[in-house]
């Protein structure tokens, strides 16, 4: 009997830790923004200012992949002495995939989810200090669909606003080239919105990489059988073109959406995160 109770005891502990580590905050709450949007903190246990990375699942725009490019993204960074901020943005989800009901309702489109990562970063940036976070030091990264998101952030914010890096990890790049990933393209715009050419422009990355954009490290698989490692190719040409510094690693096998996942992919595509650790190190971020 007596066991019993203390196995309950030390569980209602551990159950209470993990909650108050990872205590979800609704982004919005207190706005007239009327949508529950979670960021979930995973944060460094340090005296000092942490750096910081805002994590964007991906999942087409439709849906969220919060395991593989979630929650194993941010224990990673924690491992590696960097906070995390597992964001769920607004996407379309399962009833806008398997209807088209957003030809006459709106639904969750852009920029939701770009708006979304704004409020984040704003949030994160006021309440650094009770995170112990430095404000210099605060990127964005994400996989497919959420590494589309993570680049728009440069693309689409205004520079005042811009993360201090950002690493689109198999990203969805194009909107208008042959290599477009359609599914991702309508869970953005919406089935009223998907061929609008001025959108799907102005959504294409490759066209509007600015010439002062932060460090970008890129990564992609060229057997990816979900979205075509052209689209990492274009943007890797943009960013070169625009001499934004950059780091490009196309592996040969690993596919899609493997994540921080030690199992997923290939042993290849699974070293990125060691690449990118490596890379981090070498940044000079300074203040702005």
């Known amino acids: 009997m007596y066991k019993r109770i203390i196995y309950l005891i030390i569980a209602f502990i551990l159950l209470m830790n993990t909650e ?50 979630g929650s194993k993204v941010a224990q990673w960074l924690n491992a590696n002495g960097i906070s995390a901020f597992v964001l769920r943005y607004r996407t379309a ?37 009770d995170y112990h976070i430095d404000t210099t030091k605060i990127g964005v990264m994400g996989f497919s669909a ?73 990564v992609n698989c060229k057997d990816d059988p979900i979205v075509k490692y052209h689209n990492s190719e274009l943007l890797d040409s943009a960013l070169t073109a625009n001499q934004v510094p950059h780091r490009y690693i196309q592996y040969k096998t690993g596919g899609h959406g493997f994540g921080a996942s030690e199992e997923k992919g290939s042993a290849e595509c699974r070293q990125w995160k060691s690449e990118f650790i490596k890379w981090f190190k070498t940044l000079n971020l300074s203040k702005k």
């Not at 460094?44 to 919060?66: E, L, Q």
């Not at 489109?109 to 409020?119: I, K």
């Open 93 to 129: 989800y399962v009833p806008a995939f398997i209807t088209h009901y957003r030809l006459l309702f709106r639904g969750n489109r852009y920029p939701d989810a770009l708006n979304d990562l704004q409020q984040s970063l704003r949030l994160i940036r006021k309440h650094a200090q």
């Open 146 to 218: 959420g590494g589309h998101l993570a680049m728009s952030s440069i693309e689409l914010l205004p520079r005042s606003e811009w993360p201090a890096f950002v690493a689109p990890i198999y990203p969805v790049v194009s909107f208008v080239d042959p290599c477009v990933h359609k599914r991702s393209r309508r869970g953005l715009l919406g089935d009223s919105r998907e061929h609008n050419k001025r959108l799907c422009d102005s959504l294409s990355l490759e066209r509007h990489v600015p010439k002062n954009c932060p460090p970008v490290f890129l």
């Open 20 to 69: 108050i580590a990872q205590a979800q905050i609704n982004i919005w709450k207190g706005t007239s923004v009327h949508h529950r949007v979670e960021l979930t903190p995973y944060l460094v246990k340090s005296d000092k200012s942490a750096p910081a990375v805002i994590v964007c699942p991906g999942g087409s725009y439709f849906w969220h992949d919060m395991v593989n490019e």
